[in-house]
Each structure stands twice: as C-alpha cells, then as structure tokens.
C-alpha cells in the first residue's frame, strides 16, 4: 500500500478516537462519520472548506449535499475533474446545526489539515469561504495579507510551503449560491484562476 494511503488512514484512525474533541460526544451520539477528505493523494489543487455539514457527516464524504452541488458545478465550469483534486475541511466533524466552527474546534482539527497539506503537496490551495481563508493564510504566515473575503475572492497568493513555492485561492464558500443563485457567475469567476492547472 502507498505511503501517502497509509498516512491519511492514521489520520482517520486518530480523528475516529479524538475524545479531546468538542464535537466527538455530538458525532457519536448521532452516529456521525467523521470526513476527513476525498480525491487524489496526487492533486496538484486542494480544496479546504470549513466542516462537514448533515449529509457529510452521514456519509463521511466532503461536499456531498447542496453546497456539494455548487462545488461540483464551479469545477466544471473551470474543467476541473473532482477526481483529480483533493477536498477537504478545516473541522473533521459536523458542528452542530451547522453552526460556525468555534476557534477550539479548529485548534483541535487544524493538526490534521496540515498533515494532510504534507501529504499531498498541492500546488494550490483553494480556500473555501472565510475561515478555511484565514486558517490557511495564518499557518503560512501571511497574516498581514488577510483582507475581508469580499475583497480577497478571486485573488492568489504567494506562499512558502515546506516542499516548495504554492499558491493560496481565495474563493468563496459555495454555500453563498445556495440560497441566492445570483452569486454562482462570481464563483464561476473566481474559480477559473484555477483552470489548467489541475492534471
Ligand atoms: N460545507 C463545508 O464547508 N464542507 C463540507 O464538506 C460541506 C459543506
């Protein structure tokens, strides 16, 4: 079995026993699956949302319900293949009524993202929505680059990983077309900074 397959089954392994978690009892309780990521262990893009909502957390798939669908429909405007990028969350578990992830969670689970980051050494990250913006941004240090999401959509930035030069996306989280599908041309827009660059 490759190396990279066996380093994110041990992530799944140390998420499925975190009894230090704030949302372990939640998804136990519901019999929740933990998410932590789907796509190739290969991908030059890695898509970073923010937690796991109901369906997610029902199948242990991210990005699998309505929000799902949008992503889906942005990386086929841009002729991205979902099989051929990385998605993942921030959070592993499912807040709560899908409430926003507290900063304890993310302290908690943002171990796992940057494991993850190491593994597969994408190229790009897309981030999705503020928080996984933010997450990423801070852990490379470009804290002083950190604009509001509304000015930073759409826009790449510079970044020193430890295996080489990437580029941080700041996109929009999907969810933003849910309700109002007046948005999806903005998301359509941004996404295609990414075309041609997925294999
Ligand atoms: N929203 C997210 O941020 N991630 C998912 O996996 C689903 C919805």
């Not at 499912?94 to 994408?122: A, C, H, M, V, W």
Request: hydrophobic share 40%; with cysteine.
């Amino acid at each position: 079995m490759s190396a990279k397959i066996d380093q994110m089954k041990k992530i799944r392994d140390e998420v499925l026993i975190l009894k230090t978690s704030p949302l372990y009892t939640y998804r136990t309780e519901n019999k929740y699956f933990p998410v932590i990521g789907e796509g190739s262990h290969d991908a030059q893009i890695m898509f970073v949302g923010e937690a796991p909502g109901r369906n997610e957390a029902k199948t242990g798939k991210p990005f699998c319900g309505a929000a799902g669908k949008i992503l889906d429909e942005l990386l086929a405007s841009a002729g991205i293949n979902r099989p051929d990028v990385y998605v993942t969350n921030i959070v592993k578990d499912r807040p709560p009524e899908n409430r926003d992830p507290t900063p304890g969670e993310i302290e908690s689970y943002g171990p796992f993202l940057d494991r993850q980051i190491e593994i597969i050494k994408p190229r790009v990250i897309a981030t999705l929505g503020r928080y996984a913006m933010v997450y990423v941004m801070k852990k490379f240090g470009l804290d002083f680059d950190i604009e509001p999401i509304g000015q930073a959509h759409g826009k790449a930035y510079d970044a020193k990983a430890s295996y080489g030069d990437i580029k941080i996306v700041a996109l929009y989280h999907p969810c933003a077309a849910i309700y109002d599908r007046s948005k999806l041309p903005m998301l359509m827009k941004d996404i295609q900074v990414l075309k041609g660059i997925a294999r």
